[in-house]
DNA sequence: CGACGGATATTCGCATACACAGGATGGAAT
DNA sequence: ATTCCATCCTGTGTATGCGAATATCCGTCG
């Protein structure tokens, strides 16, 4: 999962190897929805699409089971991980208590530096609220959270918390559009940078926890709404 | 990564997939310290030893590589991820926050049922002590932790926490042989179990962290002992 | 004697080919 | 008409082959 992190690489697509070309490009295509969880995933087919043979596309598949992004079926294929609203509540949990952990070390250990890049990137997110630009405040979203987790000064934390954002990139956006979230999450986190100013780390954590939760409710009432359960 | 959590999944090991079996094999090689870091892990060669093709030894490589136990170097084959000793605090320390997170949330959530089980196994490890079995104190201690796991009653998390935890299995032996660490460790335990009986999380939590980082010193002491530094 | 360059050999990355399993489909029997 | 069974067919799992890139080794030159 080192990978997801460097998105960078994306520029050395051509030259890396064409098996993680087309991991990354699924991986894209899960996280933003393109691909709909259950879509079975057919190896021929995602071959032909990709110009490329079986072989690195089996191995693409097989990567992106490890990181749970897709499922086997037995022998039947394998399809773009179906999660139930239980696992996807169990994934935003973990990933509030992620954050949570995440900014309150970050609190103690981030240089001046560090915190006033974050201050600045945070200041500069009122303007997409104002414009209600789901897209750019989604984009800012993911910057200020791996800000974060770069200033634990923890690398392997800092992955860690990356690949469990990344598997629920693709209900975050959801989340944003419900009502004036996006409004109240930039609220939350303005109080959740006064108490990093503060180099209060355990109230930082508490409120990061309690924005991850906002977050996951938003989503379990358009849960709700949209279906009574489509285990 | 699911997949190691339910390691009874080795029974079937004859009826799985080859590459299955072939990355679960390897897992256990590297965890257990087999394998050492940095040893080439060459395709062929495996390939024969399993009596198989590349093709599956090479699935299971990629698969190993998602998961950090071996990493790519460039085109001159693959390695038992080799970890620096700040990468491996970092692991620690990271190991360190998610069983406190496990633990508080552990606490506030385990059924009467689930408390008196972690008890009783508790109780049990005293024997160990005793003897200064480190091997029966290194299984005992893994179920203790995956007790704890499962008592967040969070699926995800328990997935995550067992996942950073095998990383770290070819390391946490070690660290117990250190003179009386396994006492201490005993002790920090109890420490932790009257948390929970009070359930009291943040004290629990507390604790655990400290449970811990106290191995991660130790394990420190033992790396600094051997050597300066072999990165 | 050391350094540099080319040839060889090893090994990876990908493509293709083959084997096998499970499901779908069609027909026949009840 | 429905159900059961046999056959085919789709798709996965594995093996092998080929091309490319790189390390190694040896010869030659400075």
């Known amino acids: 999962m080192a990978g997801l992190f460097k998105v960078a690489a994306e520029a050395e697509d051509d030259g890396g190897l064409l098996s993680d070309r087309i991991r990354n490009a699924l991986t894209d295509e899960i996280a933003s929805g393109s691909l709909v969880a259950g879509s079975a995933l057919e190896e021929q087919q995602l071959a032909d699409r990709f110009g490329a043979s079986r072989t690195p596309v089996r191995e693409a598949l097989r990567q992106l089971v490890v990181s749970g992004l897709v ?4 022998r039947r294929g394998l ?12 994934m935003f949990e973990t990933s509030a208590e992620v954050e949570a952990m995440c900014v309150r070390l970050a609190t103690y250990r981030m240089t001046p530096l560090e915190r006033s890049d974050l201050i600045e990137l945070h200041d500069s997110s009122l303007a997409m609220v104002d414009a209600n630009d789901v897209d750019a405040y989604d984009a800012f979203n993911r910057l200020f959270h791996e800000g974060i987790y770069s200033a634990t000064h ?3 934390m800092a992955e860690q918390a990356q690949e469990v954002r990344a598997r629920l990139s693709a209900f975050r956006r959801t989340q944003l559009r419900q009502g004036d979230r996006i409004r109240k999450s930039r609220d939350e986190h303005d109080s959740i940078m ?3 100013a503060e180099g209060d780390g355990d109230t930082a954590s508490r409120r990061m926890r309690a924005h991850m939760l906002n977050a996951a ?4 009432r358009y849960i709700d709404d949209r279906a009574g359960g489509q285990g």
């Open 79 to 90: 399809v773009v991980a179906r999660m139930t609203p239980e696992r996807i509540m169990d």
């Open 194 to 196: 006064q108490a990093i």
């Open 217 to 220: 409710a938003a989503l379990r």
């Open 71 to 74: 499922e086997v079926r037995g």
């Open 154 to 156: 923890n690398a392997f």
